[in-house]
């Protein structure tokens, strides 16, 4: 068995970096999502990884700024009631696009819209409710002190890994299926693909005979885009640890923003959805740019002085990733169990895309490689 990995590191889109040195930044995943049912929780303690159970700060707002209490619990309860209508059409078995279930007229939907774009990576009309439905969210939100990517590394370090082998081609026309890669041809009786849905789409990799059914699964379930900055803060004592701040209330286009995670003289900013494309776009410096604007105008400008860019990450420019995480198309969420079907017992296929109720997360790609990884058993007679 190997790892072919193109990159030069275990990880994928769950990738921790030092910031600076006394900041871990997770440029990629960073919450332990559906906690009590996360894979990456033994992991974690068998690897000796603190788990930090502090609660996500994600329906605060420090100092009120600029979002006062009563604000707050409008749109609470605004978000809560989509949700309820979504899940109550989504009985119905029939998709239908999201955004259809939002309230006409109501003055918090640029802010649900908002949120769905750090949850789904896009704007709502862009969601399937029966996918959305499907989503296992048990409410409880842990993190990983030193790192989920840094996790995910030290729990791949054992695999058999070739890094920096990009492969371009699978042909499983012959008896046994041969992979191009950029670093030479091997052959091998099975194979996991787990590269993100939109490189399948892309034909970054190609199948030989075309896999045409997996192509179309691929595009229903398009990677959406969130991005992540990482900003210094200077006196940081101003702040109240594990804070959170929207950047704005009556808009979609905004940023979330983490105050002092796990205590570190630093704030996480985090954009998604078109808005988050815009600003990759912008190239360098225009995320930090933005997240320094939008916090400056809820603290006061003297939080200009006080923020210094320390890392962005840009998803959709990266060419192994090209996005974030998959969401359903409207009308797709059948795709994920496409994706994930074996084909001629000899190519499988694994990744967050493909897990029925954990996709867009990391153990819901760790669990999906474990289910694929027990196919190929299966298909060689070994349970
Ligand atoms: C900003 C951001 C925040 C997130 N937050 C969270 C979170 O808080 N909690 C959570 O659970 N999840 C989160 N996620 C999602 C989570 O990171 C992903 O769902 C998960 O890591 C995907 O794992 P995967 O194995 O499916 O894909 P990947 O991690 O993308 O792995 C695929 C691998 O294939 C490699 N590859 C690509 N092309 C080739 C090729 N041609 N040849 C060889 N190798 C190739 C890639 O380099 C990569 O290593 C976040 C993601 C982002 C980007």
Redesign the pocket.
């Given at each position: 068995m190997v790892v072919?990995?193109?990159?030069d590191r275990?990880?994928?889109?769950?990738h921790t970096i030092m910031a600076a040195p006394d900041i871990a930044f997770?440029?990629?995943?960073?919450?332990?999502?559906s906690a009590e049912k996360?894979s990456f929780v033994t992991i974690a303690e068998q690897l000796n990884f603190e788990i930090d159970k502090t609660r996500p700060p994600w329906r605060e707002q420090s100092h009120d700024a600029g979002f006062p209490p009563k604000e707050r619990s409008d749109f609470i309860e605004a978000i809560d009631e989509f949700y309820d209508r979504a899940e109550e059409a989504a009985k119905s078995g029939r998709d239908s696009t999201a955004s259809a279930w939002l309230d006409p007229g109501n003055r918090w939907n640029p802010m649900i819209d908002a949120i769905s774009t750090y949850v789904n990576g896009c704007e709502l009309d862009r969601v399937s409710i029966l996918d959305m439905d499907a989503y296992e969210d048990t409410g409880i939100?842990w993190r990983v002190r030193r790192g989920?990517g840094a996790l995910?590394a030290a729990y791949g370090a054992p695999c058999p890994l070739a890094l920096n082998?990009?492969?371009?081609l699978i042909d499983h026309s012959g008896k046994r299926v041969r992979i191009e890669?950029s670093q030479g041809t091997l052959t091998a009786n099975q194979v996991i693909v787990?590269?993100?849905t939109n490189?399948i789409v892309d034909q970054?990799?190609r199948f030989h005979p075309t896999l045409p059914a997996k192509v179309a699964a691929a595009r229903g379930l398009p990677l959406g885009l969130?991005?992540?900055v990482m900003l210094a803060l200077d006196q940081p004592e101003a702040l109240p640890k594990d804070g959170n701040l929207r950047g704005a209330t009556m808009r979609t286009a905004m940023g979330a923003f983490h105050l002092r995670p796990f205590g570190q003289a630093c704030i996480e900013g985090?954009f998604g959805g078109r808005f988050a494309q815009q600003l990759e776009d912008a190239g360098d410096g225009a995320m930090a740019a933005q997240a320094i604007d939008e916090i400056a105008a809820l603290l006061g400008s003297d939080f200009r002085r006080k923020l210094k860019p320390l890392a962005a990450?840009r998803?959709a420019h990266d060419?192994?990733?090209r996005?974030?995480?998959?969401h359903a198309l409207p009308g797709h969420a059948g795709a994920r169990a496409v994706l994930a079907a074996p084909v001629d017992g000899r190519l499988f296929f694994?990744?967050?895309?493909t897990s029925p109720n954990f996709?867009?997360?990391?153990?819901?790609?760790?669990d999906?490689?474990e289910r694929a990884a027990g196919e190929v058993m299966g298909s060689l007679g070994k349970k």
């Amino acid at each position: 068995m190997v790892v072919l990995e193109a990159r030069d590191r275990v990880g994928g889109r769950g990738h921790t970096i030092m910031a600076a040195p006394d900041i871990a930044f997770d440029l990629g995943c960073g919450w332990l999502h559906s906690a009590e049912k996360n894979s990456f929780v033994t992991i974690a303690e068998q690897l000796n990884f603190e788990i930090d159970k502090t609660r996500p700060p994600w329906r605060e707002q420090s100092h009120d700024a600029g979002f006062p209490p009563k604000e707050r619990s409008d749109f609470i309860e605004a978000i809560d009631e989509f949700y309820d209508r979504a899940e109550e059409a989504a009985k119905s078995g029939r998709d239908s696009t999201a955004s259809a279930w939002l309230d006409p007229g109501n003055r918090w939907n640029p802010m649900i819209d908002a949120i769905s774009t750090y949850v789904n990576g896009c704007e709502l009309d862009r969601v399937s409710i029966l996918d959305m439905d499907a989503y296992e969210d048990t409410g409880i939100n842990w993190r990983v002190r030193r790192g989920y990517g840094a996790l995910m590394a030290a729990y791949g370090a054992p695999c058999p890994l070739a890094l920096n082998c990009e492969v371009r081609l699978i042909d499983h026309s012959g008896k046994r299926v041969r992979i191009e890669t950029s670093q030479g041809t091997l052959t091998a009786n099975q194979v996991i693909v787990t590269v993100p849905t939109n490189l399948i789409v892309d034909q970054a990799i190609r199948f030989h005979p075309t896999l045409p059914a997996k192509v179309a699964a691929a595009r229903g379930l398009p990677l959406g885009l969130a991005d992540k900055v990482m900003l210094a803060l200077d006196q940081p004592e101003a702040l109240p640890k594990d804070g959170n701040l929207r950047g704005a209330t009556m808009r979609t286009a905004m940023g979330a923003f983490h105050l002092r995670p796990f205590g570190q003289a630093c704030i996480e900013g985090y954009f998604g959805g078109r808005f988050a494309q815009q600003l990759e776009d912008a190239g360098d410096g225009a995320m930090a740019a933005q997240a320094i604007d939008e916090i400056a105008a809820l603290l006061g400008s003297d939080f200009r002085r006080k923020l210094k860019p320390l890392a962005a990450s840009r998803w959709a420019h990266d060419p192994f990733a090209r996005g974030s995480y998959s969401h359903a198309l409207p009308g797709h969420a059948g795709a994920r169990a496409v994706l994930a079907a074996p084909v001629d017992g000899r190519l499988f296929f694994a990744g967050e895309a493909t897990s029925p109720n954990f996709f867009s997360t990391a153990h819901g790609a760790r669990d999906s490689g474990e289910r694929a990884a027990g196919e190929v058993m299966g298909s060689l007679g070994k349970k």
